[in-house]
């Protein structure tokens, strides 16, 4: 009660409202996803939530360490798993 009136309101803590819960607060924009090549990590990526697969793959050629690995080799496959994970396998 001090603290909240350290704080400027003149009514006690007690008689104020709860907080609202709202569910559209709780969903984040952009996600943090691993990038891996041939199966092993390489770094993160940082891209929007509903990103598809080529957003994701363009932020992983940015990555230094996906660059040395993939270049000069021809990319076979992307695994990529929205919110999750993206593997890319280069020989």
């Keep these: 009660e001090e603290c909240w009136s350290m704080l400027g309101h003149s009514t006690t803590l007690a008689y104020e409202p709860w907080v609202e819960y709202d569910e559209e607060l709780c969903v984040d924009d952009m996600i943090e996803m691993g990038v891996q090549v041939n199966g092993k990590s390489r770094g993160s990526i940082t891209i929007p939530?509903?990103?598809?697969?080529?957003?994701?793959?363009q932020a992983a050629k940015q990555v230094e360490k996906v660059q040395k690995q993939i270049?000069?080799?021809?990319?076979?496959?992307?695994?990529?798993?929205?919110?999750?994970?993206?593997n890319i396998i280069a020989k």
């Design 71 to 86: 270049d000069g080799k021809e990319i076979k496959k992307i695994i990529y798993v929205p919110g999750r994970i993206l």
């Design 49 to 57: 939530a509903e990103a598809e697969q080529d957003v994701a793959v």
